[in-house]
């Protein structure tokens, strides 16, 4: 079996922590191991270190090999180019196949936060044997617990097997980012799961799928494959990678496959997707006050707030759902529930070329 | 004529950027020079630098005299300990006559800020002129713009005179600090002006005011006169100051006076007595956001701001009526209108025994 990391993210909501060159799963902003880390040392629980492979930009490379002593350097696969989770997962595929002709390949997000490792792990096992198994493409979908207009949905199909005690369900649709409309309907249903960015397939099935829905994007990689490990990838895998489709695997497969089955993941699953997204998940006292980085901090008269400071005491008076985030060059005052415009700031660093904070 | 520059605040109303040796006079908040030195840099266009006093404890001399390089060192009266201001006032009244037998002096708080200073100059030269034809008491009242329950009030008596064109009235009364409905009505009135703690009149009158209504602060200075600038002097002052009353001048002297006057200051006074009042007469932005310490900011959906910074870019989003004041080791975030709180933070510092922040 084997562990496929997808760390390609840019992560511009996490500013002023994250930057071009430190995306979120760098960062040790949900404990003090990096989100990627945390990934990792979730799954070698499950799989090996020496079968955990990464894909990621040439940019971040250097800074996964530092943070991942323990993954050989020669699994960090580069992508010349950033093309969305379809060429990305097709690739890592390659890989796989070219090592052990076929393997089950499970296809982890690297910037997720697991509350429950254990029941992950779990579920994860379970899928895995549904794709060795069935020769299906598995899912894992998240209960949800409010109207996200932020995910992917998937419809609940029939129970389908039981296999270790957790029931797999046939996927009877997959559904793109709604309005909240739409979101509130999937929710009231009961029968609508978010799209955790998970997947548990065997190598070749994903190869024969992407085939078939993307046939396209299948001959360059089978371009790729005439080359891996040999003496012509560094020439030729950049110049056909630049030219493949840039398409979701959702979109490119999944909503196009019959063969697709879902579990449903309750473990504390977050995908930190802002700073809002991380108060949820951190704890917090009495009055909802987080602190994290490592800092210290006065609450006065204040309620719901998260600050991250590494060092510095702040004091915090009369002030109610503020994230307060401080960086050696930079500090961010934010309202919560507007954390998602914090990419407005780093439009407006960019449109200003302040290259030193982006 | 001398000046004489009360510089014995403590100023924890300014946390973090005020500390124990760094109090509000000694800060560069309101302009890129220090309150004090502004102070100084107004009146010797007045009053030349070797008849400019500063009367201060102990823990601040040497940074008012790194701070003041064109006062003479001589002119430093270091307090052995904090007496409120009838005792400063007497000591720097002794110091006066031991120079030149008697003169007219000009009593200023070291931390105030003046928007218009050439008016202020102007008042102030008229009340000297006063205070040596009439031999009186001369106070600068300031025109309230709101029911300050924070300040003492004076009451406007007859007028008196026209010196230099500026009206020159008898003080009826004077009033301590009101309750809100006392300020209200003070307001109202249109008879009662802001304590400015400004004061003009000889070195002579005053002494002999202090020996009318407190005879025993006079007799202790009588002994300070004795000793001063003798080698008796650094036995004796500290021993001596320490028994002397803590009373103010307006609560000890002109509350009893019956020669006291008062002159008008329309020169955009402000006390700066809390980073509230900073707000107020810091330049501002269109959304009503300050900038101030060298730093930058990017104000996004933002109004009512203060960010004090002296290097870090600060970004706000969605945010208002905040006062963002970072430095070096602490941080403070404070909704507007709640400055004052500024010193519960200080307070439970102060209990918890965080000496370095303090």
Not at 254 to 282: Q, R, T, Y
């Amino acid at each position: 079996m084997y562990a496929v990391i997808m760390a390609g993210g840019r992560g511009t909501r996490f500013w002023p922590r994250s930057r071009e060159r430190k995306p979120k799963h760098l960062l040790d902003i949900v404990s003090n191991r990096t989100i990627v880390q945390e990934t990792v040392d979730r799954i070698k629980l499950l799989i090996e270190p020496a079968n955990i492979l990464i894909v990621t930009g040439k940019k971040h490379a250097r800074e996964l090999i530092r943070q991942l002593p323990e993954i050989p350097a020669k699994n960090i696969i580069i992508e010349p180019v950033g093309k969305n989770t379809a060429a990305c997962i097709g690739l890592a595929a390659l890989h796989i196949q070219k090592r052990v002709h076929d393997a089950v390949m499970v296809v982890l997000p690297s910037d997720h936060a697991i509350g429950d490792a254990s029941e992950y792990l779990a579920i994860i096992s379970a899928a895995a044997k549904v794709a060795d198994q069935k020769e299906g493409l598995v899912t894992i979908g998240i209960k949800p617990t409010g109207p996200e207009t932020g995910f992917g949905y998937i419809e609940q199909g029939q129970l389908s097997a039981n296999v270790n005690d957790k029931k797999v369900f046939r996927v009877k649709s997959n559904r793109e980012k709604p309005d909240l409309a739409k979101a509130r309907e999937f929710v009231q249903s009961g029968k609508f799961y978010w799209n955790s960015g998970m997947f548990i397939w065997k190598a070749s099935i994903i190869m024969k799928e992407i085939e078939r829905c993307l046939p396209d994007l299948y001959k360059g990689l089978m371009k790729i494959k005439e080359v891996l490990g040999t003496t012509k990838e560094a020439a030729i895998l950049p110049k056909v990678y630049k030219g493949l489709a840039s398409i979701s695997i959702d979109y490119g497969v999944m909503e196009k496959a019959d063969n697709a089955f879902m579990l449903s993941g309750d473990f504390g699953w977050s995908d930190v997707g802002s700073w809002d997204a991380l108060w949820e998940i951190s704890a917090k006292d009495n009055q909802g006050n987080a602190l994290i980085g490592g800092g210290s901090a006065i609450f006065t008269d204040t309620e719901g707030a998260l600050v991250y400071s590494p060092k510095k005491l702040v004091a915090l008076v009369g002030v109610k759902d503020l994230i307060i985030v401080e960086t050696a060059d930079a500090l961010l005052i934010c309202k919560k529930g507007r954390s998602q415009d914090v990419k407005k700031v780093v439009d407006a660093l960019e449109a200003a070329k302040k290259k030193k904070y982006l």
